[in-house]
């Protein structure tokens, strides 16, 4: 489609900022990384734990969906905010990083050395902005399940713009082209605004039906009482993961099948200001599953199929891997 890298909404490439913001930004990264990985490993029960890793899957592929938003432009979930309704701003964060290091790496979505703004922009602003927005939502919103999907949908609208505005802050320190920061600031906010009705749609509906089946798997609820907002019938723990791995496999197999292949938001930026030709090209973009597609697979829907069911197990495994791992190691340093 372009004669430049590819980019996939607010996951920036190689080149687009100075070097001296991506090694500044990469270290922020890992501090708060490091920070939120002790924190979930206090936070997580047993049973929590390939929950998280179980969201960690599912924002793997919803990312993969993109949706018309307006004039050729497209957004997916960020899910930032969604992972820190459910598990909290420490583990939110933490899952959705892991979700950006697996898209850089193995699908070459996103920059190797932009990881650092990308995770910060992506996963730490989306998360902590998002729950911040989302407590204080609550505060005016009724007491009731209603209202806490009416503060996730516009927590999680809001956690776009801020993440697109965290961008335009980079670019303030480490533009890579002569273009003024308000230009680029009011034109990402301004797509992104847009962009985050749909990230407020999504994360809505993934919380209802939590809420709905399971209600205590719900950080942002934890203040409320469980009676008044489970059924009857609630669906056992097993039951819930096997549905949620099933619903994840379809969304990354069957539902990315159908996502909009026109420009995101920053890549629509990135054309529309100049910049786009700051991009440079992946590093690993001859990978096997480099731009979600299977190499040596000829049939183009079953390329997308394969890899976003290996993306889906893939970061499951890292997720759950890391924080089991993480836990593991906390109890042998406590015993």
Same mark, same amino acid.
């Given at each position: 489609?372009?004669?430049?890298?590819?980019i996939?909404?607010?996951?920036?490439?190689?080149? =687009?900022?100075?070097p001296?913001?991506a090694? @500044?930004t990469?270290?922020?990264?890992?501090?708060?990384?490091?920070?939120?990985?002790?924190?979930?490993?206090?936070?997580?029960?047993?049973?929590?734990?390939?929950?998280?890793?179980?969201?960690? #899957?599912?924002i793997? #592929?919803?990312?993969m =969906?993109?949706?018309?938003?307006?004039?050729?432009?497209?957004?997916?979930?960020?899910?930032?905010?969604?992972?820190?309704?459910?598990?909290?701003?420490?583990?939110?964060?933490?899952?959705?990083?892991?979700?950006?290091?697996?898209?850089a790496?193995?699908?070459? %979505?996103?920059?190797?050395t932009?990881?650092?703004?990308?995770?910060?922009?992506?996963?730490?602003?989306?998360?902590?902005?998002?729950w911040?927005? =989302?407590?204080?939502?609550?505060? @005016?919103?009724p007491?009731?399940?209603?209202?806490?999907?009416?503060?996730? #949908?516009?927590?999680?609208?809001?956690?776009?713009?801020?993440s697109? #505005? $965290?961008?335009?802050?980079e670019?303030?320190?480490?533009?890579? $082209?002569?273009?003024?920061?308000?230009?680029?600031?009011?034109?990402?906010?301004?797509?992104? $605004?847009?962009?985050?009705?749909?990230?407020?749609?999504?994360?809505?509906?993934?919380?209802?039906?939590?809420?709905?089946a399971?209600? %205590?798997? !719900?950080?942002?609820?934890?203040?409320l009482?469980?009676?008044?907002?489970?059924?009857? $019938?609630?669906?056992?723990?097993?039951?819930? !993961?096997?549905?949620? =791995?099933?619903?994840?496999?379809?969304?990354?197999?069957? @539902?990315?099948?159908f996502? @909009?292949?026109?420009p995101?938001?920053?890549?629509?930026?990135?054309e529309?200001?100049?910049?786009?030709?700051?991009?440079?090209?992946?590093a690993?973009?001859?990978?096997?599953?480099?731009d979600?597609?299977?190499?040596?697979?000829?049939?183009?829907?079953?390329?997308?199929?394969?890899?976003?069911?290996?993306?889906?197990?893939?970061?499951l495994?890292?997720?759950?891997?890391?924080?089991?791992?993480?836990?593991?190691?906390?109890?042998?340093q406590?015993?």
């Amino acid at each position: 489609m372009f004669d430049t890298p590819a980019i996939v909404a607010m996951h920036a490439p190689d080149g =687009f900022l100075e070097p001296g913001v991506a090694v @500044v930004t990469a270290v922020i990264a890992v501090v708060v990384t490091a920070i939120g990985l002790r924190r979930a490993t206090d936070e997580l029960g047993d049973r929590q734990v390939p929950l998280a890793g179980l969201a960690a #899957a599912f924002i793997f #592929a919803a990312q993969m =969906f993109n949706f018309p938003v307006a004039a050729g432009t497209t957004g997916h979930l960020l899910g930032g905010a969604l992972a820190a309704i459910l598990l909290g701003p420490w583990v939110g964060s933490l899952i959705v990083t892991v979700v950006v290091v697996v898209q850089a790496v193995l699908f070459a %979505d996103g920059g190797l050395t932009a990881l650092g703004y990308n995770t910060i922009n992506m996963s730490i602003v989306t998360a902590f902005g998002g729950w911040a927005a =989302f407590r204080l939502l609550r505060r @005016v919103m009724p007491a009731n399940s209603a209202g806490v999907v009416g503060a996730t #949908a516009l927590a999680a609208g809001i956690s776009v713009v801020l993440s697109s #505005a $965290a961008f335009s802050i980079e670019w303030l320190f480490g533009a890579s $082209a002569p273009v003024a920061f308000d230009t680029v600031f009011g034109a990402m906010v301004g797509v992104h $605004a847009l962009i985050g009705i749909g990230e407020g749609l999504i994360s809505a509906l993934v919380i209802a039906a939590v809420l709905a089946a399971r209600p %205590d798997l !719900v950080a942002g609820a934890a203040d409320l009482d469980l009676a008044d907002l489970s059924r009857p $019938a609630r669906v056992g723990t097993r039951t819930f !993961v096997i549905g949620a =791995f099933l619903s994840t496999i379809v969304v990354a197999a069957v @539902v990315s099948q159908f996502a @909009v292949d026109n420009p995101d938001g920053l890549e629509k930026v990135a054309e529309d200001e100049g910049f786009i030709s700051s991009a440079r090209d992946h590093a690993l973009d001859s990978s096997i599953f480099a731009d979600y597609a299977t190499s040596g697979v000829d049939n183009a829907t079953v390329s997308l199929a394969v890899a976003g069911v290996a993306g889906v197990l893939i970061t499951l495994a890292v997720g759950y891997g890391l924080l089991g791992a993480s836990r593991l190691g906390r109890r042998t340093q406590g015993a």
